[in-house]
């Protein structure tokens, strides 16, 4: 029998991981698929996009992918969570764990009483997190036991990379895949408007069942598809990127946490891998030029940058990514400022979804699709946007960007002014995959000052038994939390020793 062919035109980070999936999926259900990757070594993928999310290292597993040979082959780093720094007021600053301390104390994530207590007693809710603890303490998730790394415990924790290092470690792990370097010229479609080849500029022609478009902002077969681009311009003002490379001084200690430093016109994120700190500027160029964004971050630093680019950026999606026998995923298919490191989360969650229904795709499965991908997106976007509430108004950006909230956050924030946000107020996403909720949203609204420390009070008040659970549970999370993360390796001792160890 012919196998069914997938075609992923886009060697990036999504392409790859795209092969990588759908190649385990086949393996791991015995389905006659055969994958086909073609990339353009000529274009290039887009150079950045360095932070990931918890998903990244349960994908690593899922496909059978060692961490520690990612760490050592990759130069990555851990990463907890988000430095905000200067969000709130300048001078502040506040951070925001990824884990959830909620999972693994018995409480089944139906109430936050721990938020409460935390919020009443005006302590910082990171405190129940024990990435904070790790973040405070500079470790790596890992003490060295007899046996070797003793995980400091349950969460699953993040990377910071280098995407040209990361997409070569996928693409080394990416076994019975066909790889083309061409360039997709002309879509051959039928009359249903199904894409049946692809013709590259080589004259080559590829045929295939389904096809993946991860070609990045270009977006070459969705495009000719018919979708089109939703705009988050109103929501997401912020429309450039200028990415450059700052060195991180020998012995240094490296932060396991990526700091997001806002500006006068946007905000910078630094990222440290083993090797340097990958930076970059994402500002509004309705607010200031590509020559005194440069100017005003050589102020800030106290020394010359060199920009390694300057990318314009639209933020947005498509209405929808999945049309005919197409998706698109990446970049191909959503982008927005990189403040919580959505993207690449954004591809292997819809990836996931992707596989629960390539088998047997049907109309009714790629609405439900579309629709899960459109609400990922839409959800992300409001999220960034509650970054924004802030008491800055030192520059005409801030000035503007208080004005204009939209109500989906106005909205929320009005009534998590009452009282602390409950998981119960987020509904769960497709498959119970991850997604925005109380335990990423609670650090943030505490962090900018949005919760009310008498609304905790009250609560508590009348929730006695409640009271004296918080009490207990947090006063015994504190001090375990504290307890593992000093038991942990130093972060980059921890890196250092991978490296000498033999390769994995
Ligand atoms: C400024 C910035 C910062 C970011 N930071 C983060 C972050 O911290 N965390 C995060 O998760 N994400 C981040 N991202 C997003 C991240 O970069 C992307 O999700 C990730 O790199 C995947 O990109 P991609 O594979 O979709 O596209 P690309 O890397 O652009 O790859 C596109 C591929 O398609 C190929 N191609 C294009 N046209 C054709 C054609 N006609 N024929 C054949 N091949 C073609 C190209 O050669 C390339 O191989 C950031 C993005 C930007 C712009």
Redesign the pocket.
């Known amino acids: 029998m012919m196998p069914r062919r997938f075609v992923i035109?886009?060697?990036?980070?999504?392409?790859w991981l795209a092969a990588l999936m759908i190649s385990h999926e086949a393996k791991r259900g015995n389905l006659n698929w055969d994958v086909t990757v073609?990339?353009?070594?000529r274009?290039?993928?887009?150079?950045?996009?360095?932070?990931?999310t918890a998903v990244f290292r349960q994908m690593l597993q899922r496909l059978g992918l060692d961490e520690m040979a990612f760490l050592q082959q990759t130069g990555a780093t851990i990463k907890y969570g988000i430095r905000h720094r200067d969000w709130r007021s300048l001078g502040h600053s506040y951070d925001g764990p990824i884990d959830d301390p909620h999972q693994g104390v018995g409480l089944g994530g139906k109430d936050n009483i721990l938020d409460d207590y935390a919020v009443a007693h005006g302590q910082s809710a990171g405190k129940l997190h024990l990435f904070q603890h790790l973040i405070d303490a500079g470790r790596a998730p890992y003490a060295l036991g007899p046996k070797g790394y003793v995980p400091a415990g349950p969460f699953h924790h993040a990377f910071h990379f280098d995407?040209a290092l990361a997409g070569q470690f996928l693409r080394r792990n990416a076994k019975d895949i066909k790889l083309i370097d061409?360039?997709?010229?002309t879509l051959l479609q039928d009359e249903d408007g199904n894409i049946t080849t692809l013709q590259l500029a080589s004259g080559q022609h590829v045929n295939g069942d389904f096809f993946i478009d991860?070609?990045?902002?270009?977006r070459?077969l969705i495009g000719q598809m018919g979708s089109t681009w939703v705009s988050y311009a109103n929501v997401l003002p912020l429309n450039r990127?200028m990415?450059f490379w700052l060195d991180i001084p020998e012995g240094r200690e490296i932060a396991p946490v990526t700091t997001a430093w806002a500006q006068k016109n946007g905000w910078i994120?630094m990222?440290p891998t083993q090797g340097r700190m990958g930076c970059?500027y994402?500002y509004s160029d309705a607010h200031t030029s590509v020559d005194a964004a440069k100017a005003e971050i050589e102020a800030v630093l106290g020394h010359e940058i060199h920009p390694r680019n300057d990318?314009k950026?639209d933020a947005g999606r498509l209405d929808a990514s999945w049309r005919g026998n197409c998706v698109a995923?990446?970049?191909?298919s959503s982008?927005l400022e990189?403040l919580e490191?959505?993207?690449?989360?954004g591809?292997i969650v819809q990836l996931t979804l992707l596989l629960s229904v390539l088998a047997q795709p049907s109309p009714r499965a790629r609405d439900a699709f579309n629709a899960a991908a459109a609400r990922q997106v839409d959800d992300f976007r409001d999220f960034i946007r509650l970054h924004y509430v802030s008491q800055r108004r030192d520059s005409a950006f801030w000035r503007d960007v208080a004005t204009s909230h939209p109500s989906a956050v106005t909205d929320k924030i009005a009534a998590w002014a009452g009282r602390v946000p409950r998981p119960s107020d987020f509904t769960p996403f497709a498959m119970g995959l991850p997604h925005v909720g109380h335990e990423l949203t609670v650090p943030v609204l505490d962090g900018l000052g949005l919760l009310s420390q008498t609304a905790a009070q009250d609560y508590l008040a009348a929730n006695p038994k409640a009271r004296s659970m918080a009490r207990e549970i947090s006063a015994v999370l504190t001090a375990d939390y504290r307890r593992a993360a000093a038991q942990c390796l130093p972060h980059r001792a921890f890196l250092t020793q991978l490296q000498q160890e033999p390769a994995l």
């Not at 073609?38 to 070594?41: A, F, G, Q, T, V």
């Open positions: 035109v886009g060697g990036g980070t999504a392409g073609i990339e353009s070594s274009l290039g993928t887009i150079g950045v996009g360095e932070g990931t995407q061409d360039e997709v010229d991860c070609t990045g902002f270009r070459r990127a990415p994120w990222i970059g994402v990318i950026i995923l990446g970049l191909a982008f990189p490191a959505t993207s690449i989360h591809t």
